[in-house]
């Protein structure tokens, strides 16, 4: 473990469930990230949030709606998913979004949409 | 823009050989680093190397911030170094990665 958990580990969903992912840290950073990692892709950046303040939605389609109750906890919550949204979900940590380096990543969640 | 491309795509080799992987970024992008990803999906932070070079027992890296480009060398591979290497820069307050080189090590 990093210091970073991600639960659950797989999820397989159809296209009209509600499933949520969650990611918790303990390392005391006061920002956390939410990246998409498809196949043959590079990792894209979906949110930030930085004291739990979001403060960045990277042109994330609405069916994907992040909430972060604290510091060190970060959720995504699905709805509606379409196929193409199948892929590995990692969520990362870092001391805060301004510093660019110090990044912990967790295991990721590998979603399915069917 | 942002832009972090890495070469090449995918390398096997024979355990025992060395590597070399390389990443050119541009100009908007600082603080270089370097991440392993291995086959249970697990990325790990192996450098942060915005300049200079740095050695971590078989892997050392070197980035020539003037130049754009950053190389991470990988000696004596063991099949554990199996996996994809990513580098990632820093701008406009992300963290931007590239596409990956994909390294298989044949026992």
């Known amino acids: 473990e990093t210091g970073v958990t991600q639960t659950p580990r797989h999820l397989v969903m159809g296209m009209t469930n509600k499933k949520s992912l969650k990611c918790e840290q303990h390392?005391?950073?006061?920002?956390m990230y939410w990246y998409k990692q498809s196949a043959k892709k590079p990792l894209e950046l979906m949110f930030v949030?930085?004291?739990?303040?979001?403060?960045e939605n990277n042109s994330v389609p609405s069916r994907f709606s992040p909430e972060c109750p604290n510091s060190s906890h970060l959720f995504l919550h699905l709805h509606t998913l379409q196929p193409e949204d199948s892929a590995l979900y990692l969520c990362?940590?870092?001391?805060?979004?301004?510093?660019?380096?110090?990044?912990?990543f967790g295991s990721g969640t590998r979603l399915t949409v069917v | 823009g942002i832009q972090v491309e890495q070469s090449p795509p995918d390398l096997i080799l024979q355990e025992g050989a060395n590597s070399t992987l390389r990443c050119n970024f541009s100009?908007?992008?600082?603080?270089l680093q370097w991440f392993h990803q291995n086959p249970w999906g697990q990325l790990i932070n192996l450098f942060y190397?915005?300049?200079g070079t740095k050695q971590n027992g078989r892997l050392s890296a070197t980035t020539v911030a003037t130049e754009r480009y950053s190389l991470l060398y990988i000696s004596s591979s063991q099949t554990t170094d199996s996996g994809v290497y990513f580098c990632?820069?820093?701008?406009?307050?992300?963290?931007?990665f590239g596409t990956g080189t994909r390294l298989t090590i044949i026992p």
């Open positions: 949030y930085n004291f739990k303040e979001q403060t």
């Open positions: 990362a940590s870092s001391q805060e979004s301004r510093v660019g380096y110090g990044y912990t």
């Open positions: 100009d908007s992008v600082n603080n």
């Open positions: 190397i915005p300049s």
């Open positions: 990632a820069g820093f701008g406009n307050e992300k963290l931007t």
């Open positions: 390392l005391g950073h006061n920002a």
